[in-house]
T-cell receptor
Framework: SQELEQSPQSLIVQEGKNLTINCTSS?????LYWYKQKYGEGLIFLMM?????EEKSHEKITAKLDEKKQQSSLHITASQPSHAGIYLC????????????FGQGTRLTINP | EAQVTQNPRYLITVTGKKLTVTCSQN?????MSWYRQDPGLGLRQIYY???????DKGDVPEGYKVSRKEKRNFPLILESPSPNQTSLYFC???????????FGSGTRLTVV
């Protein structure tokens, strides 16, 4: 079974609309990372969340980690074509962990 | 510019012909790691290194070797590539997990 589940797997929204991507863990996280990937290219680091209830924003993207540290959401406000890509959540489950476990990704398409 | 550089970006090779994918980072990061990305399986860690001369297996190490003789370089070696090693490979580095991971642009390997 997958340690990190992302939903939805794919998402098509009209330009200007808001959207949310979810990442759910089967156990308590130590750190939660959000990345964006253009198809077949490298991963671009967006944000890292570590504290229960933490929320971070970068431009029109906001990420939150729930109090129990098992679920995170990524919210995009007023989506633009530049937001299109694959969004990946990654997590480590203990301090000093030397790997990230990744979700399957959410493919976001923005229609003009 | 701070970055992780992988070479080559694309490689087609034949079964059994030894190859090396290079990875270099210019951020003086101690931690480096290799991942492979496959459809339906997501990103999985192959090997990681916490510092020079310190390497350890990730989730899918079979068929791969690594070395860390100097801090900036972490090559991935396939001694006898097989078709099931056809994949998109990413190298990543980090100062520490709390600082996030910087990924390279990826190497798309095809073994025929």
């Amino acid at each position: 079974s997958q340690e990190l589940e992302q939903s939805p797997q794919s998402l098509i929204v009209q330009e200007g609309k808001n959207l949310t991507i979810n990442c759910t863990s089967s156990k308590t996280l130590y750190g939660l990372y959000w990345y964006k990937q253009k198809y077949g290219e490298g991963l671009i680091f967006l944000m890292m969340l570590q504290k229960g209830g933490e929320e971070k924003s970068h431009e029109k993207i906001t990420a939150k980690l729930d109090e129990k540290k098992q679920q995170s959401s990524l919210h995009i406000t007023a989506s633009q074509p530049s937001h299109a890509g694959i969004y990946l959540c990654g997590a480590d489950f203990r301090a000093g962990a030397q790997k990230l476990v990744f979700g399957q990704g959410t493919r976001l398409t923005i229609n003009p | 510019e701070a970055q992780v550089t992988q070479n080559p970006r694309y490689l087609i090779t034949v079964t059994g012909k030894k190859l090396t994918v290079t990875c270099s980072q210019n951020m003086n990061h101690e931690y480096m790691s290799w991942y492979r990305q496959d459809p339906g399986l997501g990103l999985r860690q192959i090997y990681y290194s916490m510092n020079v001369e310190v390497t350890d297996k990730g989730d899918v190490p079979e068929g791969y070797k690594v070395s860390r003789k100097e801090k900036r370089n972490f090559p991935l070696i396939l001694e006898s590539p097989s078709p099931n090693q056809t994949s998109l490979y990413f190298c990543a580095s980090s100062l520490s997990p709390a600082h996030g991971y910087t990924f390279g642009s990826g190497t798309r390997l095809t073994v025929v």
